[in-house]
């Protein structure tokens, strides 16, 4: 008989057909909600994530209480991973690590003992290094466990469990704040004080009508760990919190340290001898690591991009102290302290993000009424569920009573009934009207216990939990009782937490920023003469001073001179290229003169086949007329030509055939424009006719037959036309009449005066 072999399962036989877009978009939701709601966004009941939230329970587990010793810092994340949260090591430990860090969470909730990193940026030892405990405030985060107040869980393995959420009354989502990213959403929610925290929920306690003004009034916004100041209005402030989203600007703090009273001394300025005086910051913006600080004000020194400042210092230990040096007593405080706030991140932007996971695992933004409305909730029922817990052990402890009131009642017959019957329980339950519990308990009873059943004592109990059993009842039936409950219970906290303690007290003033000075680089410049040089072939450099323009300027081989002018070290100058940029350097950036200079196309994006025709100085609310070879224009205001980058601004629309011909500026008292085309062909027409742009190609300034515009150039019609003579000898001929040629912008025009340039150059 022949046999069988079993053959191998088809593994096409497990193929689904089924759509690629919807198999895929069904298992990408699947991994978005994982990442939503058990990774990335906090509860809102207790303000954890999951890694938190194990790592805290695992701490419990491991019995490291704020008077017990501590752990190994490997021993916690060991088990963690080990039980609860699957994941890699390190990305736990750094969890651990920032829960312990006083400059990362308002109110820490793992005391760490050895190198947790510092506010420097620094790293935290490895964590076979360091060692932890909890710390009091995580043990009031996770009171109640035991309570029944909330469910628990298997963990992934199925060999543990682990509480969902933590049931105690610290109000740790705004307490110590949280951020996260998501997929397709993220969080970002600063730390707050407690007081004012419990404040606000009382008072919506008292009124839950109570509008949102109403709660800022005792809610003042961010109480960051590291301090700082938060310079935004209370309007905008309070905006934020009501939609839940909005941008918070944090300052750092100059100061020379508290006062008699515990107050700021809020100039930062320290004086020292012969007139003299420093700056000092003694806190900074959160989440800024001290280091990159610094180094962002030395690069502005060594770049001299902030040139009124001399030097800075970090003359820190526990407390921030960073020194900053000015380079002379002349210099204004305000305007360092402007100019700091502009080019680091002393000044800072905190994205508030209100987005969290309500009592449902439903991800949403919320405001601060609605956040803590929903707070409410959830603890009234922590309340209600710790009371039903309590209520079930008084009534089990109360039937137990009643079977030892009634044993020691009856005692002798009681030991008689064990002493001869063979199944003493059943005669017991029948003779005394015991539950089985009761027989039970009466049986299991040793003998040293029999001492102990004094009838006043057993009563007493009774009535004891009797009291307590109709007073919890009443609890549930009343949620007036509820709230009150409550309300004693924060107010019982914010104690502990008062403006007068230090971990209570407020470390973040709340005060709006004056308005900003006008502020710029410029003013910052030390003023010199300057005279600028530009070669034919794009080389410029910078001589100190003012130097004759008619001198022999030294040049590469085979280069030459192309523009030379005088200058301040704070100006600007504009260089115009015939394809319609502008593009701008500061005059006190030049290389110096000393050699060739530089290649000015290393320090802006000139197009390779783009050639400079103006390059001024620009003049703060002047005005240039510009013009194209085809006879259009328009007149440019000088400060929006300026350009922040190096790629220039389009200013005037070319194309093909069509480049800028003619800058030139135009005088306070000119008020006529002169244009002359290849033509030789003459026109003089009113400058109001000339349209002030900031970009485009112009309006026709003269009309041609044949060729395009030579020249143009502005004029005051009084004094006529003025232009040079030929030769050596300097002299300068002017027609005073220019009526004949006046006319409408677009005209032909007419011959110039005798004598005028064959060039057609004005």
Request: aromatic fraction near 6%.
């Amino acid at each position: 008989m022949p046999t069988t072999i079993d053959s191998e399962p088809d593994p096409f036989d497990a193929i689904v057909d089924a759509p690629f877009d919807s198999a895929l978009s069904e298992r990408y939701l699947v991994y978005a909600l994982s990442t939503i709601t058990a990774r990335s966004l906090p509860d809102l009941r207790d303000g954890l994530k999951p890694v938190h939230r194990r790592l805290l329970w695992a701490m419990r587990q491991l019995k490291l209480d704020p008077t017990g010793g501590y752990k190994k810092s490997a021993r916690v994340v060991g088990d963690v991973i080990g039980k609860y949260h699957p994941h890699g090591d390190q990305s736990v430990y750094d969890a651990m690590v920032r829960l312990a860090q006083d400059f990362s969470l308002r109110y820490p909730l793992v005391d760490g003992q050895g190198n947790f990193g510092n506010i420097d940026g620094d790293n935290a030892a490895a964590y076979r290094y360091t060692e932890a405990r909890l710390t009091k405030t995580a043990i009031r985060l996770m009171a109640g466990l035991e309570e029944g107040t909330v469910d628990f869980h298997p963990t992934y393995n199925g060999e543990e469990e682990e509480p969902e959420i933590f049931p105690g009354l610290f109000p740790n989502l705004l307490a110590n704040g949280s951020s996260g990213i998501a997929v397709g959403m993220a969080t970002n929610i600063p730390s707050h004080n407690v007081a004012e925290i419990v404040d606000a929920t009382l008072l919506l306690i008292d009124n839950p009508h109570a509008e949102h003004a109403e709660l800022m009034e005792v809610f003042h916004g961010p109480d960051f760990p590291t301090g700082g100041i938060v310079v935004d209005s209370a309007a905008a402030i309070s905006a934020a919190y009501e939609t839940g989203r909005g941008p918070i600007r944090v300052r750092g703090r100059f100061s020379t340290g508290r006062d008699e009273t515990g107050a700021w001394e809020e100039t930062g300025i320290e004086k020292l001898g012969g007139g003299q005086w420093q700056l000092v910051i003694s806190e900074i913006p959160y989440l800024l690591p001290k280091g990159k600080l610094i180094e962002q004000v030395a690069q502005l020194i060594a770049a001299r991009k902030l040139p009124i400042l001399e030097d800075i210092r970090d003359e820190s230990d526990e407390q921030i102290r960073i020194v900053l040096v000015p380079k002379s007593r002349n210099v204004d405080p305000e305007l360092l302290k402007e100019s700091l706030y502009k080019l680091t991140d002393l000044e800072s932007r905190f994205g508030l993000n209100l987005n969290v996971l309500d009592a449902h695992r439903t991800p949403g933004v919320l405001g601060l009424k609605l956040l803590l409305q929903e707070w409410i909730i959830s603890q009234i029922d922590i309340l209600i569920r710790r009371s039903r817990h309590r209520l079930e052990k008084i009534a089990a402890r109360l039937e137990l009573v009643g079977g030892y009131i009634i044993a020691y009642l009856n005692l002798d017959r009681i030991i008689e009934i064990i002493r001869t019957e063979d199944e003493p329980k059943p005669v017991m339950m029948a003779e005394f009207e015991l539950t089985d519990r009761q027989a039970e308990a009466i049986l299991n009873m040793r003998l040293r216990s029999l001492r102990k059943l004094e009838e006043m004592e057993l009563r007493k109990e009774r009535e004891d939990l009797l009291a307590e059993q109709d007073e919890l009842q009443k609890l549930l039936d009343s949620p007036a009782r509820q709230r009150t409950r409550l309300k004693r219970d924060l107010a019982a906290l914010r104690k502990d937490y008062a403006e007068d303690t230090p971990l209570g007290r407020r470390r973040t003033t709340i005060a709006e920023a004056a308005p900003t000075r006008e502020f710029s680089l410029d003013a910052m410049i030390e003023k010199e003469p300057v005279t600028v040089i530009l070669s034919a072939r794009g080389w410029i450099r910078g001589a100190r001073g003012h130097e004759p323009l008619d001198r022999d300027f030294k040049f590469k081989e085979g280069d030459g001179p192309a523009f030379a002018f005088h200058a301040q070290t704070t100006d600007k100058l504009l260089i115009a290229c015939d394809n319609g940029r502008f593009y701008t350097l500061g005059a006190d950036k030049l290389p110096s003169a000393r050699g060739f200079g530089e290649p000015i196309r290393t320090m802006v994006d000139i197009d390779a086949d783009a050639q400079i025709v103006a390059f001024l100085a620009c003049k703060p609310e002047g005005q240039l007329l510009l013009a194209s070879n085809i006879g259009r224009g328009f007149v440019a205001e000088a400060d929006e030509l300026l350009a922040e980058t190096r790629k220039g601004r389009a200013v005037m629309t070319t194309k093909p055939g069509v480049k800028l011909a003619v800058v030139r500026e135009i005088p306070s008292e000119h008020d006529h424009v002169a244009v002359v085309g290849e033509n030789r062909k003459l026109v003089i027409f009113s400058l109001a006719e000339m349209p002030v742009m900031a970009k485009g190609q112009g309006v026709a300034l003269q009309r041609y037959r044949d060729g395009g515009m030579a020249d143009a150039t502005t004029l005051r019609l009084e004094d006529g036309l003025s232009w040079k003579m030929g030769g050596e000898s300097g002299r300068t001929r002017t027609e005073s009449d220019m009526r004949l040629w006046k006319v409408a912008r677009g005209a032909a025009g007419r011959m110039p005066p005798n004598g005028f340039p064959r060039d057609n150059r004005f």
